[in-house]
């Protein structure tokens, strides 16, 4: 008869609960560390930017003070990261941009849109107690500044500094950088993925699918549901050479997923491509269903290389239909249908809507980014190179030896 290891424990179910607990708890409050370092030393890079910008103006100073204090700083406390002449002169930068942060908060609309733990967390993060450093012991600058955290609640404080800077080299209007400020929070988009979606100009196509949301789903679910969708997506990440069937597309789009992903934004979850559904005798195949996190419901995706033509919604009501009926969970909300296409006629569409009792969305997409108007008509035209080249390589006459030759 085998003796039982004494070692050997039983982990109960209500450990194995505990330790989750535990483990929670000690991520969040992580998370909320580094969120108020961030919070933190953003409103610190604003504190300072104001005190300079203020002293600029009431003492006359020049810009050439920005270079001086970076390397008194340097000299001074040569471990203070931060304090480049660059980057303080973004500091000032971004005090001069948003001199009253307390008029910069969410927007209410945010509060319909379940966010990520981590913007959650961004978002309820109390004000801080930790005040930096006085200034009073610098000695080029005996002043003392007001503590950080007396400074207003405010969205700004929710961004990190580097997302800060590059919306501030990118985008000149305010009301579009808070745009991204808040699809920043909502998405947790990194520094790189912010950078692409202002590329794409984003912020331009975001919620413009022609849809019939409005009349079919209750608010503020079609609200929701139409600023999920945009027009034009942007597929600039396929190698498709014209012409291309829907096939070649579909499986272009699966093959580069992540990026596709990302292109329809944050709560897409694929759930397949062909997805086979069989009606009676016939087997049907939908090109790509996806399953909304944030809305809670199956989203049909149907492919088109071409125009929109009317047929197209009739086919993609039944599919949603079917899905309703097939997969849908009784909690789940209405499946929404989306038509991506190439081009689009709305009065056409807007006549295809009648009669369907389905949410649809049309969207089109795009290949590659269109250029800049400015960037466009600065170069030439596939003609003006034709012919410069034409000048280039046309041959020479041959010139004619006189007679005689030098003498």
Known sequence: MSKKNPHTTVVRPDFVALLAD?????QAAQTRAVLAVNAELVRLYWDIGQLIAERQQRQGWGSSVIPKLAAELKNDLPDLKGFSERNIGRMI???REYSDPSAILPA???KLQPTPILPVALAKLQSPSISPQPVAKLPTFPIVLPPVAQLPDSLLWTIPWFHHVILLEKLKDIPTR????HQ???NGWSANILTMQIDTQAHARQGKAVSNFAALLPAPQSDLVQQTLKDPYIFDFLTLTEPFHERELETQLVHHLEKFLLELGQGFAFVGRQYRLAVGDEDFSIDLLFYHLRLRAFIVIDLKTGKFKPEYAGKLNFYCNVVNDRLKHPTDQPTIGLILC??????LVEYSFAGIDKPIGISTYELTRALPKAMSSALPTVEEIEAELGEVVKPKKPTRKKKGGNK
């Open 184 to 186: 920043t929070l909502a």
């Open 22 to 26: 535990v483990k929670g708890r000690s």
């Open 93 to 95: 930068a971004f005090y």
């Open 178 to 181: 808070i745009w991204y400020m």
């Open 108 to 110: 209410p609309l945010a």
């Open 342 to 347: 190439r081009s689009q006629d709305k009065v």
